[in-house]
C-alpha cells in the first residue's frame, strides 16, 4: 500500500509548521518543497526557519559540522527573555543543575571528547547484552497483548506495548529499579516536552521542575558509583576519560573526567532520545505492518526478515522528523543561499521519500536495495549513539510478532493521531485486536527466558 501524498488540493502557503493539521501528515508538504526549492523558508519560533528536504543536501549538511553548526541550543537561562529569567530562578530555588551542552548541541571538537567517552559506556557488546531483557519483554508484552484482546476487545498498543518496553529497557540499561518506573517514564516525558511545539511559558516550566527531579535522582546514583563502581552505564560514565594515546584528545582533557552537570545531560540526551523515539517507530512498524496485509503475511512466515521491515518502517516514519542546524557562514544548499546565522532544519523525513532516490517513495517495501540509505538517525559526527540499541529492540519485537501472532488489526484507522511536534512524530494512540498463533507454532517463547 503507498501512503501517496495527495497534494491536489494543498497549496504550499498554508504550510505553518506548528498547525497541528499540518503534523497530522506532513508529507504532501515535504512533497512540494523538495520539488520547489532546496531550502524552503518559513516562520517559525520568532524568525525564519529554512527547511532542508532533499536527500543529497540533507546527508551532505549533516556530515558538514563546520558549516552547518549543531549549537543551536545556547543554553535556555541565558538572555533576558521571560522564560530564561524564570528559568534561572526556578533551578535557584529548586537546587538543580546548570544544563549544558553535550553530544546533541555542540560541535566536534568539543562534541568528539563526549562521543568518545559515551562510547566507552555505550559499548556494541553492552547492547548486545540487553537482548536477552529486549526479548523477555517483548515476550511479556506480547502475552499481555494477546489476553486483552483475547475476547475481541480493543487495546492501545502505544500505551500498553510501545511506550513500556523502551522505557523499561532503558531503565535497565540505567539500573532504574522497577518502583521508579513511573517516574522514569515522567522525566523522559518532561524532557520533550518543549520539542518541536508551541507550550506556554509555564508549561515548561512545570516541565522544568519535573527535569530537576531528575537530575536529583541521577546525581545521587552517580555518587553512589563513584563510592561503589558497579557493573553498568552510570559507573562507566563516572569512570570514562581520554587517555593520552588518543591522537586526536585535547591534551588539556586527558584524563578528565565528566563533571556531574557533563554526565547529567547526557543521560537527559540518552532518556529521551532512547524512550520516545522508540516508542515511536514501534507504534508506526505496527501501523504499517497492519496496513500492509502482504508484508505482514511475508513476516509471518518468515519471521527472519524483521530488520528489513524495521529499516523501512524507519524510513518511511521517521520518528525523528528532523533537527535543528546553524549556518555558521554564509552557505548554499543546493543553489538556495542561506545567510550566517540562519538556523535550519534539516528534514530527515522529507530526504527519506526523496524520489530521486527511492523508486515509489511512498510505498511500504520492505527489503529495498538500497534501504540503508535513509537518513532516519541522521548522518556524520551526530549519527544516532542508540541506533544499535533502537534496531536491536525494533528487529525483536517484529521478529516475536511474525513468530506468536496470527493476526494484526488497528481498529481506529480513522481517528489516528500524531503527538503535535514538529521534531518528534509519533502516533498517540493505536487501538489494535491480536490473535496468538497456534502454541505449537512458536513453542512458548522458545529462548528459556523468564519475564523480568
Ligand atoms: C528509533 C529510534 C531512534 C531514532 C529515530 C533516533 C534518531 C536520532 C537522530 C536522527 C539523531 C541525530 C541528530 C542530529 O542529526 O543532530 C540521533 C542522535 C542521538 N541519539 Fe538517537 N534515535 C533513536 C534511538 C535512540 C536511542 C535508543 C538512544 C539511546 C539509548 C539514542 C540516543 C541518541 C543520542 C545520545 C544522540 C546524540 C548523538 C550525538 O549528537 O552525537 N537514540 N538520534
Known amino acids: 500500500m503507498t501512503e501517496s501524498p495527495d497534494t491536489s488540493n494543498t497549496q504550499l502557503d498554508e504550510f505553518n509548521i506548528f498547525d497541528p493539521g499540518v503534523q497530522q501528515c506532513p508529507h504532501m508538504y515535504y512533497a512540494m518543497m523538495r520539488e520547489e526549492t532546496a531550502a524552503y523558508e518559513t516562520r517559525a519560533m520568532g524568525g525564519s526557519l529554512f527547511l ?10 549533516a556530515l558538514d559540522h563546520s558549516h552547518f553548526s549543531s549549537r543551536f541550543d545556547t543554553g535556555s537561562m541565558e538572555g533576558n527573555s521571560e522564560f530564561s529569567q524564570r528559568l534561572k530562578q526556578l533551578y535557584e530555588d529548586e537546587g538543580g543543575y546548570e544544563p549544558v551542552g553535550t553530544m546533541l548541541t555542540v560541535d566536534p571538537p568539543v562534541h568528539t571528547r563526549y562521543r568518545r567517552l559515551v562510547a566507552q559506556a555505550f559499548t556494541p557488546k553492552a547492547i548486545a547484552n540487553l537482548e536477552p531483557v529486549v526479548r523477555s519483554l517483548t515476550a511479556e508484552l506480547l502475552d499481555n497483548l494477546i489476553q486483552a484482546s483475547s475476547d475481541g476487545a480493543s487495546i492501545d498498543f502505544v500505551e500498553s506495548f510501545a511506550v513500556p518496553l523502551p522505557v523499561r529497557v532503558m531503565a535497565k540499561a540505567l539500573n532504574v529499579p522497577d518502583d521508579r518506573l513511573k517516574d522514569f517514564k515522567r522525566w523522559s516525558d518532561a524532557s520533550v516536552a518543549g520539542i518541536g511545539t508551541n507550550i506556554s511559558i ?20 552517580l555518587e553512589r558509583r563513584r563510592i561503589t563502581p558497579e557493573d553498568d552505564l ?26 556531574v552537570n ?30 500492509n496485509r502482504g508484508e505482514w503475511e511475508a513476516l509471518r512466515s518468515e519471521p527472519e526478515r524483521s530488520s528489513e521491515v524495521v529499516e523501512e518502517a524507519l524510513r518511511l516514519a521517521a520518528p525523528t522528523q528532523g533537527m535543528f542546524r546553524i549556518a555558521t557562514e554564509d552557505v548554499e544548499v543546493g543553489s538556495e543561499f542561506i545567510a550566517a546565522g540562519s ?21 511500504f517495501q520492505p527489503g529495498r536495495e538500497n534501504s540503508a540509505a535513509h537518513l532516519s538517525f541522521g548522518r556524520g559526527p551526530h549519527f544516532c549513539v542508540g541506533a544499535g540499541l533502537a534496531r536491536l529492540e525494533a528487529r ?57
Open 396 to 452: 525483536i519485537v517484529a521478529e516475536e510478532m511474525g513468530r506468536r501472532l496470527e493476526s494484526i488489526e488497528v481498529t481506529n484507522s480513522e481517528q489516528l493521531r500524531y503527538h503535535p511536534s514538529f521534531v518528534l512524530r509519533g502516533l498517540q494512540r493505536l487501538d489494535v485486536t491480536v490473535s496468538a498463533k497456534e502454541v505449537s507454532d512458536h513453542g512458548g517463547d522458545g529462548h528459556g527466558n523468564e519475564p523480568i
Open 202 to 221: 509555564d508549561e515548561r516550566l512545570d516541565a522544568e521542575r519535573e527535569v530537576i527531579e531528575f537530575q536529583k535522582y541521577f546525581a545521587a546514583q
Open 52 to 61: 532542508v528536504t532533499r536527500h543529497g543536501d540533507v546527508a551532505d549538511a
Open 343 to 363: 538556523r535550519m532544519v534539516l528534514l530527515y523525513a522529507a530526504a527519506n521519500r526523496d524520489p530521486n532516490v527511492w523508486e515509489d517513495p511512498d510505498a
Open 234 to 259: 552510570l559507573t562507566a560514565l563516572v569512570g570514562a576519560t581520554i587517555e593520552r594515546e588518543d591522537s586526536e584528545a585535547d591534551e588539556e582533557l586527558v584524563g578528565v573526567p565528566l563533571n
Open 262 to 291: 557533563e554526565m547529567l545531560s547526557i543521560i537527559q540526551q540518552l532518556l529521551v532520545a532512547g524512550n520516545e523515539t522508540t516508542t515511536h517507530l514501534l507504534g508506526e512498524m505496527f501501523r504499517l505492518l497492519a496496513e
